[in-house]
């Protein structure tokens, strides 16, 4: 297998403009070839990351693929891009479950990292599709594929917590009984799996935030249960939307003044790249 590090760039562009998805993701880190100087705050970084990253996966790179749904969500925000994102993420589901990524640990890590993400984005409503019952299956399984991935374990589980205890997997927002206590549950086992120097090497208070989430979930899972036996004794619906939930998932849907600033001017260094690279014969 070619070692695409070790050859020098002239190498690398000539396959990358033959379509090579290796050397084309291969691109992405050769950064001292871009067209014009950083602008010191890592958007022409970005951009160019992003340029190459696109062109490697839809040519089928796996690494690439991973790599780039994960920065359109992270980074950018509009619903074009998230819909792109979860188009990968598929993809990637869709490659890991037939297979493709057996024998390969990373791979398959990148495999279970999509599967998280494609059933948080069902979940919430972060794409073109909103599932909340298949979401909710999917984050299940990424929790089920972790288990062969000690150092992924307390970040999944965390998740899955959070998910539930949010209310993600209700169409209403609102998290029933049996949610707070399945969310307590991966709660309990991600913090049987934290280890501080894996989970969390550059800030102390993970473990502590994660048993005080835990004691949050506790508490709204009495004050549940407590409810729902009032309202079954009064023979009422113990289950109204919380507004409160509702606040949370739509702000988590607005885009700061800051964010749009960025998101701008990644989009402009972006199409700034694009233009310099068809000059070239990109």
């Known amino acids: 297998m070619a070692d695409y590090e070790q050859m020098n760039i002239q190498e690398v562009q000539r396959?990358?403009?033959?379509?090579?998805?290796?050397?084309?993701?291969e691109m992405a880190w050769r950064m001292e070839i871009m067209p014009f100087p950083d602008q010191g705050d890592g958007i022409e970084?970005?951009?160019?990351?992003d340029f190459w990253w696109e062109k490697a996966a839809d040519a089928g790179n796996i690494d690439a693929k991973s790599r780039y749904a994960r920065s359109l969500i992270n980074r950018v925000f509009d619903a074009?891009?998230?819909?792109?994102?979860?188009?990968?993420?598929i993809s990637l589901v869709t490659d890991f479950n037939a297979g493709?990524?057996?024998?390969?640990?990373?791979?398959?890590?990148?495999?279970?990292?999509?599967?998280?993400?494609?059933?948080?984005?069902?979940?919430q409503g972060l794409g073109t599709l909103r599932d909340a019952?298949?979401?909710?299956?999917?984050?299940?399984?990424?929790?089920?594929?972790?288990k062969g991935f000690a150092d992924f374990g307390f970040g999944v589980l965390r998740t899955l917590a959070e998910v539930y205890g949010q209310g993600c997997a209700q169409a209403g927002g609102e998290p029933s009984v049996d949610d707070l206590?399945?969310?307590?549950?991966?709660?309990r086992k991600a913090i049987s799996r934290f280890n501080p120097e894996r989970?969390?090497?550059?800030?102390?208070?993970?473990?502590?935030?994660?048993e005080e989430y835990l004691e949050h979930l506790e508490k709204r899972k009495e004050i549940k249960e407590s409810l729902k036996d009032s309202a079954s004794a009064l023979g009422i619906e113990a289950s109204v939307t919380n507004p409160d939930f509702i606040a949370w998932q739509n702000g988590m849907m607005e885009i700061s003044p800051a964010a749009k600033q960025r998101k701008s001017a990644e989009k402009a260094a972006l199409a700034r790249l694009r233009q310099r690279l068809a000059q070239d014969g990109w």
């Open 199 to 210: 989970d969390d090497p550059n800030n102390r208070g993970y473990r502590v935030l994660a």
């Open 45 to 49: 970084n970005c951009a160019w990351q």
């Open 80 to 89: 074009d891009d998230r819909n792109k994102a979860m188009e990968y993420f």
């Open 181 to 187: 206590r399945q969310a307590a549950a991966y709660q």
């Open 133 to 146: 019952d298949k979401g909710a299956a999917l984050i299940k399984a990424a929790d089920e594929q972790t």
């Open 15 to 25: 396959l990358a403009k033959q379509g090579d998805r290796d050397a084309l993701y």
């Open 100 to 123: 493709k990524f057996d024998g390969d640990e990373e791979k398959e890590l990148d495999g279970v990292v999509a599967i998280l993400w494609l059933g948080v984005m069902l979940c």
